[in-house]
């Protein structure tokens, strides 16, 4: 009964006045049918045929909770949260993240796998298969909605799938015929830099900002474009590919071709190419003891170590990135003039040390005291970002309207 019922409920949300309402009762929740009707602006009846349904879809519940006005309390409706999980995946370079959230996506459990150098197409399915299978083991099936994933790369949403994933020098992949196949419910995909700006519009830092960027440093750039509340994808799935914007004519050369690419001077590796040429120079640094002279061990993560004890060098690199990508910030400040721009990926956790650069250089380079204004904040949901941002891939599909 599972999947039909699943398909069911998944058509019954495609009503505005549904998806709406469940919509304002997630938002705003715990809220009365009256307050529901007030604020939609249907009516009455309308308000509560429909809150019928979705309590018979077990995606509503009826609670006393909250204030009594006086007199007797009012019967309030809220989500209930934990009456379907949704399985989030996130496809990074060299690992693939799981994670099962509840309808607020707050994390039920995880786990992460290796994704091995030069993997095939069947080897980046079949990892994917497995970690969603370990995640599900024992649960009961019934409660999940679907599976998001967020993938590295030029990815196609409309059809699900992988269309080139740089760091696999992999083109096409199916994701979505794959696991819908294997796992018989739905499944949505996306680049993993605009799930993470999803999940942060949702769950995180973004959710008062209907302009924003999600900017994901980490092996790579990446960014996620939210305008008016959804996610710009651009004539052909290219819009955030900020990575390859450039920086520096004559900078390092870039994986796409191209010299002095944001990521060539800003993303972990290289971070960790400047650190171990001026290492290799012989510029003193804590960084020497941490990597016991072993050059090839230096990476972002040691930088950031050696920055966390006060070392200059370290302090001095990580602030001279931190205005590398102040400047790519600024182009995309000019570009789009968001309310607000959220860092996240892997080297956001040295997010203390980047962000009095990126300031200085959005300070002395945006063009107006608004455009200098602009918020700059780090991601809220931390590593797990984008795997969360894949999940409301899925809620998306239940809590708002598809046009
Ligand atoms: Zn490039």
């Known amino acids: 009964m599972s999947t039909?019922?699943?398909?069911?409920?998944?058509?019954?949300?495609k009503s505005m006045n549904r998806s709406t309402i469940?919509?304002?009762?997630?938002?705003?929740?715990?809220?009365?049918?009256?307050?529901?009707?007030?604020?939609?602006?249907?009516?009455?009846?309308?308000?509560?045929?429909?809150?019928?349904e979705l309590i018979s879809t077990q995606f509503v519940i009826e609670t006393t909770q909250g204030m009594s006005k006086g007199g007797r309390k009012p019967t309030l409706?809220?989500?209930?949260a934990d009456q379907f999980y949704t399985i989030g995946v996130d496809v990074g370079t060299t690992q693939m993240k799981f994670v099962i959230t509840n309808l607020f996506g707050k994390l039920k459990s995880h786990t992460t796998l290796t994704i091995p150098p030069f993997p095939s197409h069947e080897d980046i399915l079949s990892i994917m298969k497995k970690g969603i299978r370990e995640l599900m083991d024992g649960a009961d099936l019934n409660k999940f909605l679907g599976i998001g994933v967020g993938m590295h790369g030029i990815v196609d949403p409309e059809e699900g799938r992988s269309l080139f994933a740089p760091a696999?020098?992999?083109?096409?992949?199916p994701i979505r015929d794959v696991l819908e196949n294997e796992f018989n419910m739905i499944v949505k995909v996306e680049n993993d830099a605009r799930a993470m700006t999803l999940g942060e519009y949702?769950?995180?830092?973004g959710n008062d900002a209907d302009n924003m960027l999600g900017v994901n440093v980490g092996n790579g750039i990446g960014a996620g474009l939210m305008v008016k509340g959804r996610l710009f994808h651009g004539e052909h799935n290219l819009a955030g590919e900020i990575g390859h914007i450039t920086i520096d004519l004559s900078g390092p050369k870039c994986n796409c071709g191209n010299y002095g690419c944001l990521q060539t001077l800003a993303a972990g590796p290289a971070i960790a190419e400047r650190a171990k040429k001026e290492l290799k120079?012989?510029?003193?640094s804590l960084i020497h003891e941490l990597v016991d002279g072993d050059y090839d061990k230096v990476d972002g993560q040691k930088v950031y170590e050696a920055a966390t004890q006060q070392d200059p060098f370290s302090i001095e690199l990580l602030h001279q990135t931190g205005r590398y990508l102040g400047i790519g910030l600024t182009n995309l400040i000019h570009t789009i003039n968001p309310k607000r721009m959220i860092i996240?990926?892997?080297?956001?956790?040295?997010?203390?040390?980047?962000?009095?650069?990126?300031e200085e250089t959005i300070q002395s380079r945006g063009l107006t005291d608004k455009a200098k204004e602009t918020s700059i904040v780090l991601s809220k949901?931390?590593?797990?970002?984008?795997?969360?941002?894949?999940?409301?891939?899925?809620?998306?599909?239940?809590?708002?309207?598809?046009?």
């Open 77 to 80: 409706l809220e989500i209930n």
């Open 168 to 173: 696999f020098q992999l083109h096409d992949i």
């Open 381 to 403: 949901l931390g590593e797990h970002a984008s795997a969360i941002g894949a999940c409301v891939l899925v809620l998306e599909e239940f809590f708002i309207r598809q046009e």
């Open 281 to 284: 120079a012989g510029r003193p």
């Open 22 to 52: 469940l919509n304002m009762i997630r938002e705003e929740g715990p809220i009365s049918r009256a307050d529901i009707a007030k604020k939609t602006k249907l009516t009455p009846p309308t308000v509560s045929n429909i809150v019928k």
């Open 202 to 205: 949702w769950f995180g830092n």
């Open 344 to 358: 996240g990926g892997g080297v956001s956790g040295a997010g203390e040390f980047l962000m009095r650069g990126i």
């Open 4 to 13: 039909k019922y699943k398909r069911g409920s998944f058509q019954l949300m």
